[in-house]
């Protein structure tokens, strides 16, 4: 596979950190529901070499997907990492033994989660950790992310962590951690159909800061709309890459990284930057939002 355009390239603020805007979310490596080992690890190895090979640059992650699972094939593929790629992991849960995802911000476990970040891609310090907050579709209002923040800017001075994002997050939590330290980007759920950050995302582009959407496919419940199926079969092209190429239209500042098990499905995905989409194509896309209100 030739070297894609992948939606041109990014530079994180005050970084030295350039990467393509079409990047990879990991956590589809893990087995169903995030827990213990994929059904087929050969793929998933393939679909991260696949991935490189096409000049993806950025690959998120998480010691808790699996837990551990996700981070050890990813060595395993990829180490000694290319140079330019950028790892980004995040900080802030654990799993139980049935596969429970338990919010947990205590020090201990904030720390623990870095080092075990490190271990399992075999790493001397992350590139950047996401502070994750604690809801998923909605950020949970009451969550305080100042002694959070402090843990890992105590993290990026004793050099674990070379540089901090947010997640799971609202205005108010972006603005309490970046008093604390630079915030060098914000990864909250966000696709055609939920876009309850719209007003977000572009103050973040104003300030230079990447949103990085998680679920830009719908996540564990695939984005299905009639409006998206007539738009693809105008442009020759699948939903999902059509769901792709309107956020990397959205904003500037929107990098992408879908999740997949499927060298198939990734190889699809990374040519949704080709994608172009008409006035009229985005004006039916827009229109989706309205659809998943009803
Ligand atoms: N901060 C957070 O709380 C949080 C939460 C969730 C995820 N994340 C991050 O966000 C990344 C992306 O999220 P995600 O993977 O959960 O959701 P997603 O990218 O919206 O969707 C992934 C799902 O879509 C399927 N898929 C991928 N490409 C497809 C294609 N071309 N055609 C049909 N189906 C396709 C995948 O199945 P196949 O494997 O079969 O392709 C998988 O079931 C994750 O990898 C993770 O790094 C962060």
Redo the contacts with the bound molecule.
């Keep these: 596979m030739a070297t894609q355009n992948l939606g041109g390239r990014y530079t994180f603020p005050g970084t030295e950190l350039t990467v393509h805007r079409m990047g990879?979310?990991?956590?589809?490596l893990a087995g169903p529901h995030v827990f213990g080992p994929p059904k087929d690890r050969a793929e998933c190895i393939r679909v991260l070499h696949r991935a490189i090979e096409a000049g993806v640059d950025h690959i998120?992650?998480?010691d808790f997907?699996g837990p551990h699972v996700t981070n050890q094939i990813i060595k395993e593929a990829l180490h000694p990492y290319p140079k330019h790629l950028l790892i980004v992991s995040?900080i802030g849960a654990t799993r139980g033994p049935k596969g429970e995802w338990n919010q947990d911000h205590s020090r201990e476990t904030l720390i623990s989660g870095v080092h075990d970040n490190l271990r399992n891609l075999g790493l001397d310090a992350i590139d950047i950790v996401?502070v994750?907050g604690t809801g998923?579709d909605k950020a949970n209002d009451k969550f305080d992310i100042r002694p959070s923040m402090e843990t890992a800017a105590q993290l990026q001075q004793q050099g674990l962590i070379k540089h901090i994002g947010v997640?799971?997050v609202n205005a108010k939590q972006i603005a309490d951690a970046q008093a604390i330290a630079p915030v060098v980007c914000v990864?909250?759920?966000y696709?055609l159909a939920n876009r309850a950050d719209d007003a977000l995302i572009d103050d973040l582009n104003k300030q230079g800061i990447p949103y990085?959407?998680?679920?830009?496919?719908?996540?564990?419940s695939?984005?299905q709309s009639g409006k998206l199926d007539e738009v693809a079969r105008s442009l020759d092209a699948?939903p999902?890459?059509v769901a792709l190429a309107w956020l990397l239209h959205r904003s500037p500042n929107i990098l992408l990284?879908?999740?997949?098990?499927?060298t198939?499905?990734?190889e699809?995905?990374l040519k949704a930057a080709e994608l172009e989409l008409s006035d009229e194509a985005l004006q039916k896309l827009d229109s989706i939002q309205d659809e998943a209100k009803k």
């Design positions: 990879y979310g990991a956590m589809q998120d992650t998480s997907y995040k996401n994750r998923l997640s799971n990864q909250n759920m696709n990085v959407p998680f679920f830009p496919l719908g996540g564990f695939p984005l699948t999902m890459q990284i879908p999740g997949t098990s499927s198939g499905h990734l699809e995905n």
